[in-house]
């Protein structure tokens, strides 16, 4: 990240508070995020490296240690290039502040709108409130993106005490069930296009 404000010389702006937090973080602190990601988990190597394993947190931990990376950036990198209908939420005080989508994820048309509360249903809820342990669980599709009631996700949550944050990896455990529900938006989107 430091290394990124000195190539792509721009100032350091941390103003949004805690460096940790990614509330209201400056365009320049993203950039150089980014760019720290690009540079640990280069994406052919990392493909390679995620590939035949599961879409949870032991995966992502395994492979953090292996590019000596933090969870946040592994997690998003798995997503971004997983295969299979994936995604990735992080999550501040209960609130959503970004997620990235698996290619496969996109042409769905997933989507939850920054600054959502965690919905009530999920494994990241349940564990933020002390109402489970796990983070680990199936729900309906619909418990995190709308219309999707016949798909089932499985979703892996991660909760961080210390910043009130929430991780979630989610994907679909049944590709017909996505299979069915990609083409209405994919129509649509061809439309608009």
């Known amino acids: 990240h430091e290394i990124a404000h000195l190539v792509l010389e721009l100032p350091s702006d941390h103003s949004h508070g805690p460096e940790w937090s990614y509330a209201g973080r400056p365009s320049n602190e993203v950039c150089c995020d980014v760019f720290a990601a690009e540079l640990l988990l280069p994406c052919k190597l990392f493909v390679e490296a995620a590939k035949d394993r599961p879409i949870d947190f032991d995966t992502v931990d ?3 240690f292996a590019f000596f990376a933090s969870r946040e950036a592994t997690a998003s990198r798995l997503a971004a290039t997983s295969r299979i209908a994936c995604g990735y939420v992080l999550s501040e005080g209960g609130k959503v502040q970004h997620i ?6 996109r042409v769905t048309g997933a989507w939850v709108a920054r600054g959502s509360p965690l919905p009530t249903g999920s494994a990241a809820n349940a564990l933020r409130n002390d109402q489970d342990d796990s983070g680990h669980r199936a729900v309906d ?3 995190w993106f709308d219309g999707w009631g016949d798909v089932e996700l499985v979703e892996s949550s991660v909760y961080i005490r210390e910043y009130d944050q929430t991780l979630t990896l989610l994907h679909c455990s049944d590709q017909d069930e996505l299979d069915a529900l990609a083409r209405p938006f994919s129509t649509e989107r061809a439309d608009e296009d």
């Not at 990235?100 to 994820?105: A, Q």
């Open 141 to 143: 599709g619909d418990v």
């Open 100 to 105: 990235v989508r698996s290619p496969s994820m």
């Open 62 to 64: 395994h492979l953090r």
